[in-house]
C-alpha cells in the first residue's frame, strides 16, 4: 500500500536550517509529481512546493522562494525540502503527498521556528 514517512523536523531559531526528507513506497515513486505541504495552526493546509517526477520542473509558493528547494532521489524514493533562512511563520507540521494520490498522507513533522 501507498506509504509516505516524512522526517527530518525539529525546532530552529530564526534564519537556521532545516532539511526534510520524505521516504515513500507502494507507488512508482519516479513517475510521479512530488509536492510538499503545511499546516499551521488554526490554518488550512497549503502547498509548499512541487516537483515534477524526473526532478526538472519545480514549483514554490511565493512565501518560501529563494529559501526552500524541493528536490528528490528517485533511486532512493525520497524527496527532499531544504528550508533555509527559516522564519517563525515557517512554524508548522510538514507533509509530503504524491500528485497523483491526492488521499494519501504520512504522519507529518513539526518544524518550530522559534528564539
Known amino acids: 500500500q501507498v506509504q509516505l514517512g516524512e522526517s527530518g523536523g525539529g525546532l530552529v531559531q530564526p534564519g537556521g536550517s532545516l532539511r526534510l526528507s520524505c521516504a515513500a513506497s507502494?507507488?512508482?515513486?519516479?513517475?510521479?509529481?512530488m509536492r510538499w505541504y503545511r499546516q499551521a495552526p488554526g490554518k488550512e493546509r497549503e502547498v509548499v512546493a512541487t516537483?515534477?517526477?524526473?526532478?526538472?520542473?519545480?514549483n514554490y509558493v511565493d512565501a518560501v522562494k529563494g529559501r526552500f528547494t524541493i528536490s528528490r532521489d528517485n533511486a532512493k524514493n525520497t524527496v527532499y525540502l531544504q528550508m533555509n533562512s527559516l522564519k517563525p511563520e515557517d512554524t508548522a507540521v510538514y507533509y509530503c503527498?504524491?500528485?497523483?494520490?491526492?488521499?494519501?498522507w504520512g504522519q507529518g513533522t513539526q518544524v518550530t521556528v522559534s528564539s
Open positions: 507502494g507507488f512508482t515513486f519516479s513517475s510521479t509529481s
Open positions: 516537483i515534477s517526477s524526473a526532478g526538472s520542473n519545480t
Open positions: 503527498n504524491a500528485v497523483r494520490l491526492p488521499g494519501y
